[in-house]
């Protein structure tokens, strides 16, 4: 049995099966979605998508992370937030009971997912 239930959301909108029902997300896909929203409302992902070269991507780093580490459901110190390509910005972390997570919070083609 799941601990954690969630709807799906995916660019701002529930994301419907192909009978037109929401669908869900448990468990680790929760806590990586609540984490992505929790960026997005911060605004922390704008900024990393923003700069360009101004020095504020080392500072926003380090403010996701410090955001990210204050979710109980993730141990402390397994948090990074990686560039592997221009505009593309990912957050690595290890949940306590559900292993790692992953998740893109920001590309400036195409938004959070």
């Known amino acids: 049995m799941s601990q954690f239930i969630d709807l799906h959301i995916q660019s701002g ?3 419907l099966d192909a009978g ?3 669908t ?7 806590i990586a979605q609540d984490i992505v929203h929790a960026i997005l409302d911060t605004g ?16 926003t ?5 410090l955001l990210v580490e204050d979710d109980v ?14 505009g593309q910005w990912w957050v690595y972390a290890d949940t306590i ?6 998740s893109q ?4 083609a195409s938004g959070a997912s």
Do not use: C, N, W
């Open 13 to 15: 909108d529930v994301v």
């Open 24 to 30: 869900y997300l448990t468990d680790r896909e929760v």
């Open 73 to 86: 459901r993730i141990m402390p110190g397994t948090v990074r937030v990686e560039q592997p390509s221009q």
């Open 44 to 59: 922390l992902a704008h900024l990393l998508v923003s700069d360009r070269g101004t020095g504020i991507t080392a500072d």
């Open 20 to 22: 037109l029902t929401p």
């Open 97 to 102: 009971d559900f292993g790692p997570i992953s």
């Open 61 to 65: 780093q380090i403010k996701i992370k």
């Open 105 to 108: 919070i920001a590309s400036t």
